[in-house]
């Protein structure tokens, strides 16, 4: 009994991470970069948690806004309400997205509309109400379209836009952004590699 407690305590006591990877290719480029933060993170002590959106079984919202006043999906449980459990349950989540039309992947898009009422609540003029203060986050895109037009024509800046959106209405500071394009001419390498690590370690609290 004891043992249990004391163990319990100490996972307690070390960063909890969860990393949304919305890539749909278990080895490509963002693959990579995320799988690397993971690794750092056990490094460092942290517990982390990696999630493919890719493999989650996910209904679309039906609108039928319920879950405002209920405080719960009215839909058949499924993975939405799991992963909503383990944001729940972390200290810093991390958001690998590729860019899909300068924004994020829509089975990332529909895992997030499912969850809505466990990120963001109502004030009593509907105003939105943070449910996730004092937690941090970390975006990481890449697109194929070269450096800097990745960012001028808006691709994986209009993907961080995206994301920050839901993050600052759901009360996560975003601490780390971390764009690459030209992934098609230049895939990622060790330099990308080195500041995804180096991302992680400024949210691991040892």
């Known amino acids: 009994m004891y043992l249990c407690a004391f163990i319990i305590a100490s996972i307690s006591m070390h960063t909890r991470i969860l990393i949304l990877n919305a890539s749909p290719r278990r080895e490509g480029n963002l693959s990579s970069m995320l799988h690397a933060m993971a690794e750092e993170a056990r490094r460092r002590g942290a517990v982390a948690e990696e999630v493919r959106v890719a493999d989650l079984t996910v209904r679309p919202c039906t609108g039928c806004m319920a879950c405002r006043s209920r ?10 309400q799991r992963v909503l459990a383990q944001i729940k349950a972390c200290d810093v989540l991390v958001i690998g997205a ?17 969850m ?5 609540g109502e004030g ?5 109400r943070p449910l996730h203060k004092g937690k941090r986050a970390v975006i990481v895109t890449t697109s194929t379209t070269p450096w800097p037009f990745n960012i001028w ?21 975003v601490v780390r952004t971390i764009e690459r394009g ?14 995804c690590r180096h991302a992680v370690s400024k949210v691991v609290n040892i």
């Not at 405080?71 to 939405?80: F, G, K, N, R, S």
């Not at 590729?98 to 499912?114: A, H, I, Q, S």
């Open 116 to 120: 809505v009422y466990g990120l963001m």
């Open 98 to 114: 590729p860019c899909y039309w300068g924004n994020m992947p829509g089975t990332l898009k529909v895992l997030f509309d499912r």
């Open 71 to 80: 405080l719960e999906c009215v839909l058949p449980e499924d993975d939405a």
């Open 182 to 195: 030209g992934t098609r001419q230049k895939p990622v390498g060790e330099k990308d590699l080195a500041r």
């Open 124 to 128: 009593r003029h509907g105003m939105p």
């Open 153 to 173: 024509f808006r691709q994986t800046r209009g993907t961080v836009r995206a994301l920050r959106e839901i993050l600052r209405w759901s009360g996560f500071r």
